[in-house]
T-cell receptor, first 115, second 111 residues
Framework: KQEVTQIPAALSVPEGENLVLNCSFT??????LQWFRQDPGKGLTSLLL?????REQTSGRLNASLDKSSGRSTLYIAASQPGDSATYLC??????????????FGKGTLLTVNP | DAGVIQSPRHEVTEMGQEVTLRCKPI?????LFWYRQTMMRGLELLIY????????DSGMPEDRFSAKMPNASFSTLKIQPSEPRDSAVYFC?????????FGPGTRLTVL
């Protein structure tokens, strides 16, 4: 059974700092890995999607990497801003048995960026 | 595009009552998911529909839970009878290619 772990559970940084959020998963047979953002009282918004054959994806100040063999992904946020404050969730999609739909989520990292 | 629409946004009910949650997926998306989010267990997939057909309901906790998708633009998740342990935020999501688009969720409180 796939398990996804995110460390730390919470992180507080001053504005302008670069930061890294970590995600690990137990089964390397994945189809893709996705990072989501969740704001309080709202749904999830997809930030980045990395296919299993890729090593990284970038969008603006965000960069996500994937090391499938070690079961790890990182989300790098450059020059953090107060508007980045949210919970960030990592999710992996199974890559076999016709299950290319089922996302297994980590419990998220609550990020607070202080002005 | 209005995104995924869920109603109600908040529901407070008493134990034993029937609860119906509603979802309208994004037009043109042929996959729909129902999730439940709690502090203890995080986000869990309850059921997955493809082209209005339930494909995987292995996450539905028990027979008190049922879900339907009568057409491509509407789905319901019903809990009957509800129990306090069903209190959670329930999300609906629809999918285009590999990306899932989530609704704002329904916060359910069962007293």
């Amino acid at each position: 059974k796939q398990e996804v772990t995110q460390i730390p559970a919470a992180l507080s940084v001053p504005e302008g700092e670069n930061l890294v959020l970590n995600c690990s998963f137990t089964d390397s047979a994945i189809y893709n890995l996705q990072w989501f953002r969740q704001d309080p009282g709202k749904g999830l918004t997809s930030l980045l999607l990395i296919q299993s054959s890729q090593r990284e994806q970038t969008s603006g100040r965000l960069n996500a990497s994937l090391d499938k063999s070690s079961g790890r992904s990182t989300l790098y946020i450059a020059a953090s801003q107060p508007g980045d404050s949210a919970t960030y969730l990592c999710a992996v999609m199974r890559g076999s048995g016709g299950s290319n739909y089922k996302l297994t989520f980590g419990k998220g990292t609550l990020l607070t960026v202080n002005p | 595009d209005a995104g995924v629409i869920q109603s109600p946004r908040h529901e407070v009910t008493e134990m034993g009552q029937e609860v119906t949650l509603r979802c309208k997926p994004i037009s043109g998306h042929n996959s729909l998911f129902w999730y439940r989010q709690t502090m203890m267990r995080g986000l869990e997939l309850l059921i997955y529909f493809n082209n209005n057909v339930p494909i995987d309901d292995s996450g539905m906790p028990e027979d008190r839970f049922s879900a339907k998708m009568p057409n491509a633009s509407f789905s319901t998740l019903k809990i009957q009878p509800s129990e306090p342990r069903d209190s959670a935020v329930y999300f609906c999501a629809s999918r285009r290619l590999d990306t899932q688009y989530f609704g704002p969720g329904t916060r359910l409180t069962v007293l």
